[in-house]
Every structure is written in C-alpha cells, then in structure tokens.
C-alpha cells in the first residue's frame, strides 16, 4: 500500500506575530493561485486529477483518483475561487490552522480556539465536517492529539513514529526530563514513560519526503531551497523502492506545497515520480480519509507504536 498527497499551505503571514513582508505575501498568493492551478493541470493530465494519497495493495486494486489538501482556513476565506476548485473536484480538505499557527507556541486555550474557528469554516465551505489534520509546520504540542480526540477528528498526519505504517497515535501523555546542565546528572537520568494509544489514527510525516527544504528558498539559510532536483527524485525513488520491496502494503505520503511544487522544475519532477510509481503492480491513489477508514475497519494493516517503560 503506498501514498501519496497534496498538501497546501498557502499562509501569507508568518505564523508567530512579527510583521511580515509583500514579497513573501506575494509568494502566498502565487501558490494559492497560480500553484493550484498548475498542479490540478498537471494531475488531470494523468488522471489523478490531483495528486493524493497513493494507496497500493498487492491484490485487490480499486482506484479513488482523488486528494487530501490540508489547507489554512484563513486561505479558504482569502481565496475561495480556488478552493472551490478543489473542492468541487470532490478532494478532500483537512485541517492546517487559521493562519498556519504552530501548535507548540500556543497555549491550550488558543490552541482549542483556532480548532474550533478552523473546524467551522471548513465545514461551511466543504458541507460536511473535516477528518483529518496536520499541524503547521509539523510543529505540534503535547494538548494536539487530546484535542483532536475531543474534537472527534479521525486522523492526523504531524508525527514521525514511523516512515510508511499507518497506527493509532499516542496521546502524549507519555513524559521524559530535558537535560539539565544546571542540575545534577541524576536529575535527567531516568527513561521515558511508556507511550499510550489514543483513538486518533497516525499517517506518518516525513520531512524526507517534502518538497519544502530542498525547494523552498529562505531569506538568511543559502543552502535552503537551492537542491537539484535531481538529487532529490534519487532519495525519493530510493524510499519508494525500499517500502515497496520490504512490505506487502504501506503508505508513501509525499508532502508538497503550491508554492514550491507549482514551480516548472519541480512540476517536472513529479510528472516523472508519477511515471515512475505508475509502473508498479498494485498502486492506488486515495484520500487520506479514505486510507484511515480503511485502517479503521481492518482493510488496511499497520503497526502498533511502543516504547518507555510504565511509572
């Protein structure tokens, strides 16, 4: 089983509260224009109409052809044209933030706040309730799962217990002690507490499988942004050969942003990772809804995420 997926994030601001710039507003706009755009042209000419969650089994293929998008709903609001096209292409769009905020720099209450905001615009937009999130930036606190629990979302996609199995998320309640050079070492010398599973199902992140820091130029970091994009076809090939020869099924979730991959190079790095992933036995493009019901109602396996020790 692999994956495969769109995910926008077409913030223009930045985040945290300090002013932001025109050029980098201007960057936001163009993927929430023109990056949308290029990218459902480029889908429908494989008839993925856009790209998703690349869902393959071994036997049984059944064909979704269609995507997640986890979109700020400060962009649904902001550029409701081009939401609507994805929508009313029947993909699916989950939770990303209002504005792009990161989870691990708000309090409980804020944190609580912007779900309930985002929840009721995606709702209103999409006439029916959202199933999934992501957090900003991968950038999550030890309240999100709880929350996503409180709030009945059925999947999340910000954690890395894993690279291509799906799995119940733990819910954090699970602690350890920072290293603390101002205290004596026994302080810290003690093992992490042992995770639990929450009713939250977990589609691994992978920041080796994002277009972002290769792609993604950013003022003061020169090495950011500027990877040939060969090199990084190579590395995401090479993970895609891997699971697909160590496992009978398993997801490949491949984040990408319309800014970034809206770019021409890029553009052309995917008509090719296409072709490339289209040649194997067994490949299904599919929502990420649709995989975690699956894992839900026991049509797609995974594994079981564990480690510390109990109190």
């Given at each position: ?6 995910l ?67 962009s ?55 199933l ?78 994002d277009d972002w820091?290769?792609f ?66 067994g ?29």
């Amino acid at each position: 089983m692999k994956s495969y997926f769109f995910l926008t994030i077409n913030r223009i601001n930045t985040c945290d509260g300090s002013p932001q710039n025109p050029t980098n507003v201007s960057r936001g706009v163009y993927g929430a224009t023109v990056g949308i755009d290029r990218l459902l042209k480029l889908l429908d000419k494989y008839n993925i109409v856009s790209i998703s969650t690349l869902d393959v089994k071994k036997s049984n293929l059944s064909i979704s052809q269609k995507a997640t998008w986890f979109t700020p709903a400060h962009s649904i609001q902001s550029f409701p044209k081009q939401l609507e096209k994805v929508r009313d292409n029947g993909h699916e769009i989950g939770l990303h933030g209002y504005t792009h905020e990161f989870p691990s720099l708000l309090s409980t209450s804020q944190q609580r706040d912007v779900l309930t905001r985002s929840i009721q615009v995606l709702t209103d937009f999409c006439g029916k309730k959202p199933l999934g999130y992501t957090a900003p930036a991968w950038s999550t606190s030890r309240e999100l799962i709880s929350q996503l629990e409180e709030f009945g979302i059925l999947y999340d996609h910000s954690f890395m217990y894993h690279d291509f199995q799906m799995h119940y998320a733990p819910d954090c309640s699970h602690d350890w002690i920072e290293t603390d050079h101002t205290q004596p070492a026994k302080y810290w010398m003690s093992p992490m507490t042992a995770l639990k599973p929450s009713k939250v199902i977990e589609i691994p992140a992978n920041w080796h499988l994002d277009d972002w820091p290769p792609f993604q130029p950013i003022p003061g970091k020169p090495t950011q942004g500027f990877v040939d994009v060969e090199a990084i076809e190579r590395l995401w090939l090479q993970q895609f050969d891997f699971a697909y020869r160590e496992y009978d099924e398993f997801v490949f979730p491949i984040s990408i942003h319309p800014q970034v991959s809206g770019k021409p190079h890029v553009i052309l790095l995917h008509e090719r990772m296409i072709e490339y992933i289209n040649k194997h036995e067994g490949v299904e493009w599919m929502t990420m809804g649709e995989m975690a019901k699956e894992f839900l109602e026991g049509r797609i396996g995974g594994v079981n995420v564990e480690g510390g020790v109990d109190d």
